[in-house]
């Protein structure tokens, strides 16, 4: 193993820095050449590879985004792109490739894996999407930036005596919105995860009028529906003053929080670990408070878990 690529993939999420900076010094300091791949792998099937220096890297790990630049790729998705991105690897004499990125990036390295190319996963999305591990980089600093942001759209919406239906992003996937949801205290929350009733709800919204209860919060995941058609829904039935909040990219952007720097720093040293061990098909995760690596293969193939007891006991205190 002599020299190593790094790309990010997908929506960009806090940490990824961090993993950047953890991989690049460990490559140099264990005598590698680290080469970056700008625009994920639209940039990669293009060839736009740099070397990457240590002092490109100094100072990023409290930085949003990615210094590397990301991207969707359709052309990645074709068996065309793909050969294109092996020709560009192979090229660059490239012998291994960190990937940090979500499910859909992670299926571009298996990918790349089968056809020969030792790539290994770094779990880089807000969506908290991938089974194989118990946080991906970035979701913690969604998490916390949404839960900001419920307490500053309830004061408003007390303040008016209205309810508040904010649209978190996840994908299919529910956590920001539970995570959240609970740590703001919503009255409500909807996930993909589990089917709800919008009559039953609008039936609790009257029902918490009634006891003097004038202000609620429903905090719906994107998966789970559009805040707007709920909004207009609810307005309709009942009649209360109802507001839609899409939260949108802000939930992307932002500081990196303490727990995303670290392990995204953990993660990218054992992802350089790996492949200096001449290991490749692997993703890298977190469990049970310990730095994990997984056949790339079995990972995918697991099936997301959510927290069903939390949503349970939610659901119970505030009557849904
Ligand atoms: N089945 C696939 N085969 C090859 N490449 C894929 C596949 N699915 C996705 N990719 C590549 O990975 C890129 C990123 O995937 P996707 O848009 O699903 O984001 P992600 O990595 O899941 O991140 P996030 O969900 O956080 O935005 C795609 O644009 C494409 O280039
Ligand atoms: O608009 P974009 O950049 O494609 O991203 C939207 C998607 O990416 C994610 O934010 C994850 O990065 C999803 O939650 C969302 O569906
Ligand atoms: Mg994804």
Known sequence: MRRIAILTS??????????????????????????????GYAGLIEGRLAEIRSKQVRGIVNQGGTILKTARCAAMKTEEGQKQAVKVLEAFGVDGLIVIGGDGSFKGAQ????MGIPAIGLPGTID?????????????????????????????????????????MGNKCGDIALH???????????????????????ES???????????????ISEGAGKGEALSNYIR????????AIV???VQRGGTPSAFDRYIATKMGTRAVHLLMDGVG????????????????????????????QMYDEHSVIYNY
């Open 128 to 168: 908290n999407d991938l089974a194989y591990t118990e946080f991906t980089i970035g979701f913690d600093t969604a998490v916390n930036g949404v839960t900001d942001e419920i307490a500053k759209i309830r004061e408003t919406m007390l303040s008016h005596e209205r309810i508040g239906v904010i649209e978190v």
């Open 247 to 249: 939260l949108g990219y």
């Open 205 to 219: 919204l009257q029902h918490r009028r009634i006891k003097g209860n004038m202000t609620s919060i429903i905090v």
């Open 281 to 308: 098909g692997r993703v890298v995760g977190i469990r049970q408070n310990q730095i994990v690596d997984m056949d790339i293969d079995e990972a995918l193939s697991m099936e997301n878990q959510f927290d069903q």
């Open 236 to 243: 309709a039935k009942t009649g209360f003053d109802v507001k």
């Open 10 to 39: 997908g929506g960009d999420a806090p940490g990824m820095n961090a993993a950047i900076h953890a991989a690049v010094l460990t490559a140099k300091a264990n005598g590698l050449q680290v080469i970056g791949v700008y625009k």
């Open 180 to 202: 959240a949801g609970v740590a703001g205290e919503a009255e409500y929350i909807l996930l993909p995860e589990v089917e709800f009733d919008v009559d039953a709800i609008c």
């Open 111 to 114: 990918i790349l894996s089968h």
